[in-house]
């Protein structure tokens, strides 16, 4: 009797950010977009019209646009439902010998849950006081090597020569540069893919295109390697892009100015924010994120995000080893930063 349980996969679960759901709320707590994505949206809502049919399993429109965006060949870019999906696809193709991934100790924590589901042997590698990735420790044998740039939580950015000298120490494994934060600093390591032939780049539409309700990301890498992906994809399920996403994540690409636009407001707020959070006792490495990691002088991390949350105001808080004195907040608008920064004010000063 009941024998079916001893047969259930047991995994510790990736918890995401929370999702309120009450009104009136300044939500700085998973790293989306303060503002609205490209009116091209409106524009193509009227191409939708085959919800009746099963969508294109190729996604052509989309991984065209994908690539001439970018300057590839179709057949060096694929897609999936977010970022997410398309490192789940990654892990699952790539990283299937005995000996252990790596990554770092302080990362984006999906990367463990991957790896318990998959059943994937992993090491972490410990970022040094800074919260920066140590390149030495990414020489040893591994099955694979995978890290963000930006790093996440912490917002810290790796050089592309210290990204490129990793890469030059793991040539006979897959690297996955995961660069979900991109645009908001920094260079990307996508020309490495036409250099190294195991070099995987993934980027998202969720934080710097305003998209995260529509779940696309997208891996640029060199042809062999986009299609042992999609032979992993077709064969559990052939239609993960559904038609919305094709057509509308198709048309945001077409207006490159609003986009600039609105990066660089998260910009511009980023940097004046972090200037006003130190005046008030804050400290944090300088963020190549839309988000700071910030540590106060005095005051726990754990009262100001549970004071901040009654005040409606939501940013993450990571009750983790080495970081469960920090906040991960993200750069809402100019008028949300400054609610935050006056309610940080208050609330510091009383303690």
Do not use: C
Not at 214 to 237: C, H
Request: glycine share 6%; proline share 5%; aromatic share 14%.
């Amino acid at each position: 009797m009941n024998s079916w349980r001893d047969n259930v996969r047991k995994v510790e679960p990736y918890t995401p950010g929370e999702q309120p759901k009450e009104e009136g709320v300044i939500k700085l707590n998973t790293n989306e977009n303060p503002y609205p994505p490209s009116d091209k949206i409106k524009e193509a809502m009227s191409e939708i019209k085959n919800l009746r049919k099963y969508p294109d399993p190729a996604a052509t429109k989309l991984v065209e646009a994908i690539a001439s965006y970018h300057g590839f060949d179709k057949e060096e870019v694929f897609v999936g439902v977010g970022s997410d999906d398309v490192l789940a696809v990654a892990f699952m193709t790539f990283f299937n010998g005995k000996k252990p991934i790596f990554f770092p100790d302080i990362t984006y924590s999906f990367y463990p849950v991957w790896a318990e589901l998959f059943g994937i042997p992993y090491e972490k590698k410990a970022v040094n006081d800074a919260f920066e990735i140590q390149k030495e420790d990414y020489y040893a044998e591994n099955g694979g090597v995978v890290f963000p740039n930006p790093n996440a939580p912490t917002g810290a950015f790796l050089s592309l020569e210290v990204v490129e000298d990793i890469i030059q120490h793991n040539q006979d494994v897959v690297v996955i540069v995961d660069e979900a934060y991109i645009d908001f600093g920094g260079d990307t390591a996508k020309e490495l893919t036409r250099k190294y032939d195991n070099v995987l780049v993934v980027q998202t539409y969720s934080k710097s295109r305003s998209l995260a309700g529509l779940r696309i990301g997208y891996a640029i890498g060199n042809k062999e390697l986009i299609k042992a992906m999609n032979d992993v994809k077709y064969s559990y399920n052939s239609y993960t892009m559904n038609e919305p996403s094709i057509v509308l994540g198709t048309a945001v690409l077409e207006d490159e100015e609003y986009f600039q636009e609105t990066r660089n407001k998260i910009i511009d707020t980023r940097e004046w924010f972090q200037i006003e959070m130190r005046k008030i006792g804050f400290s944090f490495a300088d963020s190549k994120a839309n988000f700071i990691f910030a540590t106060h002088e005095s005051v726990p991390a754990k009262e100001i995000f549970e004071a901040a949350k009654k005040a409606k105001i939501y940013v993450r808080y990571f009750d983790q080893p080495r970081i469960n004195n920090y906040l991960r907040i993200t750069i809402g608008t100019r008028d949300e930063m400054e609610t935050l920064l006056d309610f940080l004010k208050e609330f510091t000063a009383t303690k």
